[in-house]
């Protein structure tokens, strides 16, 4: 059974850093592609990063520059670097896995940022 669980969401001021992990019970080579979405209330959720198993990374433009996404082979993780935060970023964060036949959801994670 496949199982992402996100950590590292939490509250920051305006200009501050988090890093959130994605850890998955199986080798995330099991993926095509690993991302990290988001979504803010009434809002409907929105991709924010992926990285394939190449390691070929795409950002939604709002986070460019100051997000970036990597992978730990080793340890089955994925990971998102926040930098320069700004209160629009408040949100659920969601990592997703997709793989062939179907795609995996961890359970969320909360950012909040504060302005």
């Known amino acids: 059974q496949v199982r992402l669980v996100e950590s590292g969401g939490g509250l920051v001021q305006a200009g501050g850093s988090l890093r959130l992990s994605c850890a998955a019970s199986?080798?995330?080579?099991?993926?095509?592609?690993m991302g990290w979405y988001r979504q803010a209330p009434g809002k409907q959720r929105e991709l924010v990063a992926a990285?394939?198993?190449?390691?070929?990374?795409n950002y939604a433009d709002s986070v460019k520059g100051r997000f970036t996404i990597s992978r730990d082979n080793t340890k089955n993780t994925v990971y998102l670097q926040m930098n320069s935060l700004k209160p629009e970023d408040t949100a659920v964060y969601y990592c997703?896995?997709?793989?062939?036949?179907?795609?995996?959801w961890g359970q969320g994670t909360q950012v909040t940022v504060s302005s």
């Open positions: 997703k896995a997709m793989a062939r036949q179907r795609d995996y």
């Open positions: 199986v080798s995330i080579f099991s993926f095509n592609v």
């Open positions: 990285i394939s198993s190449t390691g070929v990374t």
